[in-house]
């Protein structure tokens, strides 16, 4: 088993870069990305397939390839759905869902993801929803959604939806005065205090990880 190890080793090092070793040093599960053999099984199973513009394959051949811009700003890690389709069917069993999700996280970190990418802005809004009092207020979260490019645009998206929103309203699973004042948690002071600590937590490690670069 001496010899593939070997010329393993030698095909690292002749595709090494700067940007395969940022990544391996920033982005979670980033260390995987020099195993794969860009077989292709990942594109092919993904259900974006031909929605998207790059594939897991081709990002990371894009790593591997240095194109930081590129990787970095493309907005194909946020499309991502989670499905594990290409995790348990990667050959060489690459953490795919987990790295897509790195990047994503990695190139907001830096400020290159792309601002008006939809599922970005979903992501922020429900973070900012739901770390105000402990829980999700739905209803705020999906007026937000609604009005995020005005109140035109709102009010058409809400009427579109009236027929699932008066359904919810039937079935008791929306309820108008949450606009005042929805669920909330008992101890809202300790989950902002829990909240401050993880901060505090991930800018240590960011900071050990700019280190070790
Ligand atoms: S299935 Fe795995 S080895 Fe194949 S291209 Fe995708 S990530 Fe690479
Ligand atoms: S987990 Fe993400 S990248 Fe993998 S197949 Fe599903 S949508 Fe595609």
Redesign the pocket.
Known sequence: MGAPNELNLAALARYSNDFLREVETHVEDGEWVKMCMQCGV?AG????GPHWEHS?QKIFMMIRAGKREEVLSSDSMWM????????VRCPRKLP??QI?HGLATYAHRLGLAPKMQPTRQWSLQFWDNCTRTGRVNELKLTLGLYFRDGLLAGVKKAWAMRAVGFGLLRAKRLNPFELLRGHECKDQAGIHRMLAKAHEIEARRIKLDRFKA
């Open positions: 990942c199973s993904c259900p974006f897991p991502c759905t989670s499905c594990y389709n290409c995790v795919i869902t897509m």
